[in-house]
């Protein structure tokens, strides 16, 4: 039977831990010290052992909602797509399902789950009293050649690519302490927010957290998009670690779009990615335009338990109410 044992993060444990091969950026210090600081939550990391033998580890996040501990692996909201485990490959990941539930309620007195993990199966959710949404993400495998690449794409995504070529955009790899990519990024996020009367769900704030984080351990693409003119019409942040790219965010402006920049950033993405052996570029999500891309579906359900019907039903109300939010403060900005 395995357990779960809380741990607290050393050298060593952390070498470990990016020993398995299914470990993801999510599972790394810089990232947890990320969602650590833009959520105010508290790390939770524990080893997964099948009598004296580790065979695993867990990942988590404790936060507080209406005064109750909840523990995301990870929650909506802190634009981090997976979490859950690192397992040996012979450990079936239901077992280590089975195992968290007494670690996260009994354990760490939590009232709330969730838990995205990019190797559960929806057949992995049955009979443990878990609910869950399917949540698939569009993902490009890297491995065929980039003519290969190329051509797996619509033929009007080829076209706007090359669109954007013969427009004169550019572009340009931008260094992790440029003191503009943050303001030239949210900026461009407000104006794609706007087009749909709303507001973004993050701050500046958690963009600069994000780079502070990540960019000193060399793990985050920033790219920056500039027209004929030189002007920065769009950017993306793209983290990426071990086998996988991830497509955190991408903005432009709606006046620049005819050129086409948004295609333009994900083709050198791919590119840049392919070169330096990584494998597969995760779009984080499985939104319809990304098909374009010669995307291919990976489903990743997103499991929560609560321990009474009450606590589930106050998760559903702070999402409903986040929602009415972001579309009030919309209206408020339009009306000033």
């Avoid at 979490?83 to 009232?111: C, H, I, K, S, T």
Wanted: with cysteine; net charge positive; aromatic share 10%.
């Amino acid at each position: 039977m395995l357990r779960l044992q809380r741990v607290e993060p050393t050298p060593a444990l952390w070498a470990d831990r990016a020993s398995y091969e299914d470990r993801l950026i999510f599972h790394t210090e810089p990232w947890l010290r990320f969602v650590a600081q833009a959520q105010r939550a508290e790390p939770v990391l524990a080893t997964i052992s099948d009598g004296s033998r580790t065979v695993g580890h867990f990942t988590g996040l404790l936060t507080k909602r209406y005064g109750l501990r909840i523990l995301g692996s990870p929650m909506a909201g802190w634009t981090t797509s997976y979490l859950g485990f690192n397992l040996d490959p012979a450990v079936p990941r239901r077992e280590a399902l089975q195992a968290l539930m007494p670690f996260a309620f009994d354990d760490l007195g939590a009232a709330h789950l969730e838990i995205r993990d990019r190797g559960l199966a929806e057949t992995d959710l049955e009979g443990l009293g878990l609910r869950w949404a399917a949540a698939p993400t569009a993902v490009i495998d890297l491995s065929p050649s980039e003519d290969a690449l190329f051509a797996a794409m619509a033929s009007a995504c080829r076209r706007n690519i090359r669109k954007a070529d013969k427009s004169g955009v550019v572009i340009e790899e931008v260094p992790g302490d440029d003191p503009t990519f943050a303001d030239d990024f949210y900026s461009q996020l407000r104006d794609v927010f706007a087009k749909q009367n709303l507001v973004p769900t993050y701050s500046i704030e958690r963009v600069r957290t994000l780079i502070r984080s990540l960019g000193p351990a060399g793990s985050i693409l920033l790219l920056r998009a500039r027209d004929a003119d030189g002007r920065c019409i769009a950017t993306a942040i793209m983290p990426w670690y071990h086998r996988t790219m991830y497509f955190w965010g991408g903005a432009s402006y709606r006046e620049h779009q005819q050129v086409r920049p948004n295609e333009a950033l994900i083709w050198y993405a791919l590119r840049w990615a392919r070169e330096r052996g990584v494998t597969e570029f995760d779009f984080v999500g499985g939104n319809s335009y990304k098909a374009k891309y010669g995307t291919t579906d990976v489903p990743v359900p997103w499991a929560r338990r609560s321990r009474s019907p009450l606590v589930a039903g106050l998760r559903d109300a702070a999402k409903e109410g986040f929602a009415l939010k972001q579309r009030a403060v919309a209206r408020l900005a339009r009306a000033r």
